[in-house]
């Protein structure tokens, strides 16, 4: 454990490495992502849970003419592993219904409601649409990395933690085997924490926890992954770190070597609390005992998608919430774990107003 006067050392030297180091240059981000392929074949691209403008800037990367050349496959963390042949099928631009097809990103292991947003399934379709365009031999293989939980089989709390546990471990199997093994390259869309390449939760003592995917694929062999964080939109402000004024909306930087690169990767991610596991017990570990270490040692650039005043969020449909089958599904998932139900209630209730 570091000791308060150990920490504020490090802050230091942290600090005064700054002074040396270059502010990151900012470049239009649907280049700068590609060019990342340039490199390396796994490109992992941080999606923050609903954000609008985060999926506005994904349409426009994967509908650039250049995507197409640069990538095989797009691993989704919103999306069932037990429906991988369905949406094999609809990608390619079979006939599925409606009522099949929203499986795959309804009956993720998430018993919330985050996959029923409208943003998801519009990726989908705007992949398969995208296909429809594109010589059979360079279409895109869309991968679902989530896994194959049958909810008709869960019954309690413990059955989906069980579930949760395999997420990451699931995601890198799905990595090393469709995409690393057959030597393609993949955009990977995942929450930021998947892309995390050490566990902050654990303080940076252990990193052969279950946990984010990037961390497993290194310890596996994969090729390196090229991380890039979404400064994420939900819980912190970029311009308190540095002047964002001159940068384009949305924008795109490369960290190391950099003033941002160079800063604690705490300040990105001031709610990952930390700490350790004594006699089946959580322990939290202080905040003055936090371990340092540089951002860019966990991304390799970030995008930033402008100041949150100008954020929006996706909401569920007036449709999806007319469906008398929705509600109580969504409902009972979610009592499985005690997670809050009554933002989602009154979302659905406003339509009938």
């Known amino acids: 454990m570091l000791t308060a006067l150990m920490r504020g050392a490090l802050i230091g030297v942290v600090a005064l490495i700054q ?11 649907v280049s700068g992502i590609l060019d990342g392929f340039k490199t390396h074949s796994l490109v992992a691209l941080s999606e923050p849970h609903g954000n609008e403008q ?38 390619n631009g079979e006939s599925v219904s409606d009522s099949e097809l929203r499986h795959v990103w309804q009956d993720i292991v998430s018993p919330g409601p985050t996959g029923d947003l409208p943003i998801y399934e519009d990726f989908y379709r705007a992949v398969r ?9 360079r279409r895109l293989r869309v991968l679902l990395a989530d896994p194959p939980i049958d909810w008709s089989q869960v019954r309690s709390g413990d059955d989906l933690v069980k ?103 705490a300040a990105f991610a001031p709610a990952s609390g930390r700490y350790v596991m004594r006699d089946g017990k959580r322990i939290d570990i202080p905040r003055e005992q936090w371990r340092v270490i540089p951002m860019e040692e966990q991304f390799d650039a970030l995008l930033y998608l402008g100041p949150r005043s100008g954020f929006s969020q996706s909401r569920i449909s007036a449709a999806l919430c007319a469906d008398p089958s929705y509600l109580p599904m969504r409902l009972a998932r979610m009592a499985l774990v005690g997670q809050p139900s009554d933002a989602l209630k009154q979302h659905c209730a406003s339509f009938q107003r």
């Open 19 to 29: 002074l040396k180091l270059p502010a990151p240059i900012p470049v239009e981000p």
């Open 54 to 91: 985060a999926h506005a800037l994904r349409l426009k990367l994967i509908r650039d003419p250049r995507f197409p050349s640069l990538v095989d496959d797009i691993v989704m963390e919103a999306g069932n592993a037990r429906y991988q042949n369905l949406i094999d099928r609809f990608i």
């Open 129 to 137: 649409a995208l296909n429809q365009g594109l010589p059979k031999q």
């Open 163 to 265: 579930w949760g546990l395999q997420r990451d471990v699931h995601t890198a199997d799905v990595i090393m085997r469709e995409v690393v093994a057959k030597k393609r390259r993949a955009l990977l869309i995942f929450g930021e924490g998947h892309l995390w390449r050490r566990n902050p939760r654990s303080n940076f003592d252990r990193d052969d926890l279950p946990g984010p995917f990037v961390g497993i694929l290194a310890r596996a062999g994969a090729p390196r992954v090229f991380t890039i964080s979404t400064a994420p939109v939900d819980i912190m402000d970029l311009s308190k770190l540095i002047d964002v004024q001159a940068w384009p909306v949305p924008g795109f930087a490369l960290l190391h070597g950099t003033t941002l690169g160079g800063m604690d990767f």
